[in-house]
């Protein structure tokens, strides 16, 4: 609910190259890959803008190196200038599906600020669940 309340948000304050870019990086995560099988009509549909303004944005991304497109197929060349290109709510989401998925308590989303992990972030719960995993 609080993805979706976020996305919303999303769509009413940023701009559409970070939006583009957010649910770009978003997908890489989800597919767990940096190939994107999706066209630009989808891309429009789905954050609610003109076809047009999304083929001008995927240009400019891919004049800055960020990706290559091919017919219904985006390949996402450089991830991490492509997430430092999207808005916050990129890692605020990926922190929301990164809690749920490692079951991580709804508390740690209120140290959750700026975009920086709390003190006991992800990487210690992680490494946490690898100790606990080795020792059965």
Same mark, same amino acid.
């Given at each position: ?8 948000? =999303?769509?009413? =304050? !940023?701009?559409? $190259?970070?939006?583009?870019? =957010?649910?770009?990086?978003? *997908? /890489?995560?989800?597919?767990? !890959? ?5 066209? !630009? $009509?989808? &891309? ?9 303004? %999304?083929?001008? *944005? ?8 960020? &990706?290559?497109?091919? +017919?219904?197929?985006? $390949? %996402? ?9 999207? =808005?916050? /709510?990129?890692? %605020?989401?990926?922190?929301? %599906? ?10 740690? !989303?209120? +140290? ?5 992990? *709390?003190?006991?972030? &992800? ?8 100790? &606990?995993?080795?020792?059965?």
């Amino acid at each position: 609910m609080v993805q979706t309340a976020q996305t919303a948000l =999303c769509g009413v =304050c !940023h701009q559409l $190259e970070p939006r583009l870019a =957010c649910w770009l990086s978003l *997908a /890489c995560d989800a597919l767990q !890959h940096n190939v994107v099988p999706v066209t !630009h $009509e989808n &891309l429009s549909t789905i954050l609610g803008m003109r076809r047009a303004g %999304i083929t001008e *944005a995927l240009n400019r991304f891919g004049q800055s190196g960020l &990706l290559r497109k091919t +017919r219904g197929v985006l $390949e %996402i060349s450089n991830r991490n200038k492509l997430q430092s290109r999207a =808005c916050v /709510c990129y890692r %605020i989401v990926s922190r929301l %599906i990164g809690d749920q998925l490692s079951g991580l308590t709804p508390d740690r !989303h209120a +140290r959750f600020v700026d975009g920086q992990r *709390a003190a006991d972030g &992800l990487s210690r719960s992680h490494s946490t669940l690898r100790r &606990l995993g080795a020792s059965q």
